[in-house]
């Protein structure tokens, strides 16, 4: 009788495997297409919900400003959906930390579908049960057909066909484009690619912007970087059509490393500049800068140099001053220099009359100006005068027109030697198209500059080089970008194979009564198709249930 070991009579523990329950998730399609759609929800979330602007991150001031502001949208939400990374979601440690785990979870799947892919691509089977040819989904019966003839047939379609003959019944396999099965781990390796390069932007990218004046040169880095990179705009381009639309902005650039120029050319929107990994891209383009420079009259020294652009405005009245015969004395845009309370003008010396006229504009309504004419040295009636745009008012025996509104080019809180307060700079044009700067402080008399020509005020030389257009250009390093264009090429690769190159796997069974034809259910479709080609190929009657509908 046989015996049986104590031990081996004891119940045996079940033995756990702690990464099978890990690997059976990460190998899950389901748990895959799950975790996509997860991601674009929260995608969606972050364009949905106003982001923290990136100029503003890491300032945690101006970062507490800006949510200030949302509260009025978001009100007591506010704070807890800041904590929860809902106004910089893809800036969140855990948006990021979810897109890493998206890349293991499909190369994970795409390494388990390798193994029977691969076999089912190189390695297919090439035989099946008589019953597959009454039972498959995709299945036809032809007239019957001499087995060298179809085999002609099925290789001048591009198949690659294999025979067996068994008895009186000959079995052909007949395999087309079988490696265009493997576009789906092209897509896939695509995908991983797309979250790699997203990745790679953000921990290793750099970004920057240098808003400069033509002819000046800007630094990249910080001065002490060792990487670090000088810009010179040599010419900043702007052309507009009759209406003010923009038609090209463009910028002509010279890049210096280390003292050295290394890169020149021209730089817009869609065609950067590009240098050492390095790309160069036109932002933007003010027309209207203003270089100055100082000299201080005691020592000689250049005590302010600098292009500084004029981004603000200034209301200014332009008008035309007549005498009684009606002779133009004056026709000019007076840049204001007096900011009094609710009115800014200026005393204005009109030729040929020894006299001097304060002129000034008020705000009169919502969108209208009333021009307000002053003469300081005049007696009696008709030396002050108020005048709507448009229309003409009478003062000292001199007529003014007040021809319109024109808003001036403006610098505000410029910050020059000689002046303990910050300098208003207003630009004007000529008639002529010359321009002047006219300088303007609380704690000295205004000064107004003409192009080229320098002018000694207050123990310093000043003089207005002219106008010069600035460009706002962005500096971007990225090393994902590689990484996008190889994933975006090899996604239109998987695509175009998987929609227009599909793999077709017949199987066909000849007997002197028939022949049997049977394939999968192939994703892409088109067996009625091929089995109607195939059919007018062999000359043979197509089968009534594969007749086009007409």
Request: proline share 6%; hydrophobic share 45%; net charge neutral.
């Amino acid at each position: 009788m046989a015996t049986v070991d104590a031990a081996d009579a004891r119940p045996r523990k079940p033995s756990f495997d702690v990464f099978q329950p890990i690997w059976r998730l990460l190998t899950s399609v389901r748990f895959a297409v799950f975790f996509i759609a997860t991601l674009a929800l929260f995608g969606l979330v972050g364009v949905l919900i106003p982001q923290v602007p990136e100029a503003m991150r890491g300032n945690s001031a101006a970062t507490q400003l800006w949510l200030d502001h949302e509260r009025g949208t978001f009100g007591p939400l506010t704070d807890p959906m800041y904590r929860l990374g809902l106004f910089e979601v893809f800036e969140a440690k855990w948006f990021l930390f979810a897109l890493g785990f998206l890349v293991v979870n499909v190369s994970t799947c795409t390494f388990n579908r390798w193994s029977p892919t691969f076999r089912n691509v190189f390695h297919p089977p090439r035989r099946v049960p008589d019953t597959f040819f009454e039972h498959a989904h995709n299945r036809t019966e032809l007239a019957p057909v001499d087995a060298g003839r179809a085999v002609a047939t099925l290789r001048r379609l591009h198949f690659k066909v294999s025979r067996d003959v068994e008895g009186g019944t000959t079995y052909l396999f007949a395999d087309r484009y079988p490696w265009a099965q493997l576009a789906t781990f092209v897509s896939h390796l695509a995908l991983i690619l797309f979250i790699a390069g997203g990745l790679v932007t953000h921990l290793t990218g750099f970004s920057t912007d240098i808003f400069a004046g033509q002819g000046q040169t800007a630094p990249v880095y910080a001065v002490s970087n060792p990487n670090q990179l000088q810009v010179r705009i040599d010419e900043a381009i702007g052309k507009f059509g009759s209406a003010g639309n923009a038609l090209d902005f463009r910028t002509h650039l010279t890049i210096f490393r280390n003292g050295r120029e290394v890169a020149s050319g021209f730089t817009t929107v869609n065609n950067p500049l590009s240098y050492g990994g390095y790309r160069f891209h036109q932002v933007a383009y003010q027309p209207w800068g203003a270089e100055l420079r100082m000299r201080d009259l005691a020592t000689g020294n250049t005590v302010f140099d600098e292009t500084f652009p004029m981004q603000d405005t200034t209301a200014a009245p332009v008008v035309t001053i007549t005498d009684a015969a009606g002779k133009t004395l004056l026709s000019d845009t007076i840049a204001p220099v007096d900011f009094l309370q609710g009115a800014s003008g200026s005393l204005v010396n009109v030729p040929g009359t020894g006299r001097a006229i304060w002129l000034g504009i008020v705000a009169k309504g919502k969108a209208a100006w009333q021009l307000v004419a002053f003469d300081p040295k005049g007696g009696g009636q008709g030396t002050q005068a108020r005048v709507d745009e448009g229309a003409t008012g009478e003062i000292s025996g001199m007529r003014v027109r007040f021809d319109k509104v024109s808003l001036l080019p403006a610098a505000v809180g410029v910050g020059v030697p000689g002046s303990a307060s910050p300098v208003l700079a207003e630009l004007t044009t000529a008639p002529d198209g010359t321009h002047a700067l006219t300088l303007v402080a609380t704690d000295r008399p205004a000064i107004s500059l003409a192009a080229g020509k320098p002018t000694a005020v207050g123990g310093y030389e000043y003089t207005f080089g002219g106008v010069r257009p600035f460009a706002g250009i962005q500096v971007k390093k990225d090393h994902g970008a590689e990484f996008i264009w190889v994933a975006t090429a090899m996604l239109l690769i998987g695509l175009a194979l998987t929609f227009y190159v599909p793999r077709r796997r017949l199987w066909l069974r000849l007997t002197g009564e028939r022949t049997q034809v049977a394939a999968l259910a192939e994703k892409s479709g088109g067996f009625e198709k091929d089995m109607r080609t195939l059919a007018t190929r062999l000359g043979v009657p197509v089968p009534p249930e594969l007749e086009e509908e007409r």
